[in-house]
């Protein structure tokens, strides 16, 4: 009776221990995505409506796309600029994977923005619309697959300058 009762606690203690381990996991799931790819996009084409966009930044992004298993949703990360963050990455942006397109949605004082990356070309587009002001900005980029490493690479000069910059 005694190892009985033994068992049954020992049984319980695991399923707790496992199911605190899956909620670990599930919470951190960001930590535990794959790489997938990591891209080097073109300098944008920018159209827009009722709004003037010759300022707009003409630098070429490098991003990362990666599997998040546990939520079913690709991550993006773009290398960010110098003294935009610590770890030389831009806010992750979640985005649902379709057949032909990667896309994330995104709402933000009233502008609407739609990120779309296309699986079979690699064109990047962001479309930032507000109906109030009748505003429809569309930026296009031409996408590239890179090496990892070279990702790795930029997001850490990117880092390294912003820790610098703070130390002065």
């Not at 996991?25 to 996009?41: G, I, M, P, T």
């Not at 990455?89 to 985005?95: E, G, H, S, V």
């Not at 032909?100 to 004082?109: I, N, P």
């Amino acid at each position: 009776m005694g190892k009985f009762i033994k068992r049954s606690l020992q049984l319980i203690l695991g399923l707790i221990i496992l199911i605190l381990g899956v909620g670990f996991a599930y919470l951190n799931s960001e930590k535990f995505a794959v790489h997938k790819v990591a891209l080097q996009c073109s300098s944008p084409t920018v159209t827009a409506k009722n709004i003037d966009m010759s300022d707009y930044p003409q630098r070429q992004l490098f991003g990362s796309l990666r599997k998040d298993y546990l939520n079913n949703k690709m991550l993006l990360n773009w290398v960010a600029e110098v003294d935009q963050s610590q770890n030389g990455l831009q806010q992750t942006r979640i985005m649902t994977e379709n057949i032909t397109y990667y896309q994330s949605t995104s709402f933000k004082g009233g502008l609407k923005t739609i990120r779309t990356i296309n699986r079979n070309d690699l064109t990047y587009v962001k479309e930032t619309t507000e109906s109030s002001r009748d505003i429809n900005i569309r930026v296009l980029r031409y996408c590239t697959e890179i090496p990892r490493s070279l990702f790795e690479q930029k997001r850490k000069e990117v880092a390294d300058a912003t820790k610098k910059k703070q130390k002065i």
